[in-house]
């Protein structure tokens, strides 16, 4: 049932919303006042923060349609949230190789890295950011139809028609979209969980490499459960849903049981939002102990004191 859904994504979008806030909000607080000496990624979790931060807050404005059934806010704002949708989770998935390959890196080969700046992770950033936003347009563009009706002027997201393409086009994109966007995304991640893996069972590691190495093995196999829980299912559901809006899946029963799938692996898509400031607090010893309460009490103290002496001095 088409209610259901709606009702279904306006509850999910609702429990992601305020967390998700607050948590990247919060996260890059911490990253920008207290870890500006750090080179463990931290260029690439700001990223990440923002990623999942841009999303949020085009949440309520999906909140609000599914509610009510009906977009009021006119067709590029409607192509726009549904694009931004793409970017946050492409740019999420950019920046979690980006964290474990980072991490990784460091670990494996420390003297090699140990003058390395960290204006070469903002050009990395830059970099994903302009291929991902290129790389995403083809979603809004298969979207954009010109000769909508008055019922698809008023809708929005998931409801938006796609426009017709042959069979051929079709899978080429779809498996260009999951070689470049999941698989390789994944098996990136993969190896260097098992490079780590393989790096703590050698024997002539000190304590302090032992407790390093775990560390990282810790963070780069938190991004891959996040990538597996939050992306997986929805590069499984994508092509599928895709058939089905394209109108190549005839048989009713599978369209249905498709296209419940794929609004579950969207919502858990969106979950990502609020799931990886988790990956910041279990895996990032300096972020924890900046959110315990007298390093929070001790920081907006500092904050306050940079103000007074900023205002007066002005």
Same mark, same amino acid.
């Given at each position: 049932n ?12 609702? !429990? ?18 207290? *870890?500006? /000496? ?7 979790m ?14 309520? =404005? ?8 009906i ?5 590029g704002?409607?192509?726009f ?5 793409? &970017? ?9 190789v980006?964290? %474990?390959?980072?991490?990784? *890196?460091?670990? *494996? ?16 950033s ?22 909508e009706? %008055? ?14 393409? +042959? ?11 999951? =070689? #470049? ?10 190896y260097?969980?098992?490079?780590? #893996? =393989? ?9 302090? +490499?032992?407790? /390093? @190495?775990?560390?990282?093995? @810790? *963070? ?5 459960? &996040? ?12 092509p599928?849903?895709f058939? &089905? ?13 498709i ?15 609020c ?10 010893? /300096? ?14 103290q !500092? ?12």
């Amino acid at each position: 049932n088409n209610t259901d859904v709606k009702c279904y994504y306006a509850i999910t979008y609702t !429990l992601i919303l305020i967390p998700g806030l607050i948590g990247n909000v919060l996260a890059l607080w911490i990253f920008y006042g207290y *870890m500006k /000496e750090t080179k463990r990624a931290v260029i690439f979790m700001m990223n990440l923060a923002i990623a999942d931060l841009a999303q949020v807050l085009s949440l309520p =404005l999906r909140i609000f349609y599914y509610l009510s059934g009906i977009w009021h806010f006119g067709k590029g704002l409607c192509i726009f949230c549904f694009y931004l949708k793409y &970017v946050n989770m492409y740019a999420s998935i950019y920046f979690l190789v980006c964290i %474990s390959i980072r991490r990784f *890196m460091f670990l *494996m080969y420390p003297f090699k890295f140990s003058e390395y700046k960290r204006i070469y992770d903002v050009y990395i950033s830059i970099a994903g950011w302009i291929v991902v936003c290129i790389g995403c347009l083809p979603f809004p563009l298969l979207r954009f139809n010109h000769n909508e009706t %008055s019922i698809a002027s008023n809708s929005c997201f998931a409801d938006l028609p796609i426009n017709t393409i +042959d069979l051929s086009n079709a899978i080429v994109m779809v498996t260009v979209g999951e =070689l #470049i966007g999941f698989v390789t995304p994944l098996l990136i991640i993969l190896y260097c969980s098992w490079k780590t #893996i =393989l790096s703590l069972k050698e024997k002539n590691s000190i304590s302090h +490499d032992f407790g /390093e @190495k775990q560390k990282t093995l @810790k *963070m780069i196999l938190t991004c891959a459960v &996040v990538f597996l829980i939050c992306f997986a299912p929805y590069h499984i559901s994508f092509p599928l849903d895709f058939l &089905v809006k394209s109108n190549w899946i005839k048989n009713q029963r599978a369209r249905n049981v498709i296209s419940i799938f794929h609004a579950v692996a969207l919502c858990l898509a969106s979950l990502n939002s609020c799931v990886d400031p988790v990956i910041y607090y279990f895996t990032t010893d /300096e972020f924890r102990r900046r959110l315990s309460r007298q390093d929070l009490q001790d920081s907006i103290q !500092l904050h306050n004191k940079n103000y007074a002496k900023k205002h007066s001095r002005t």
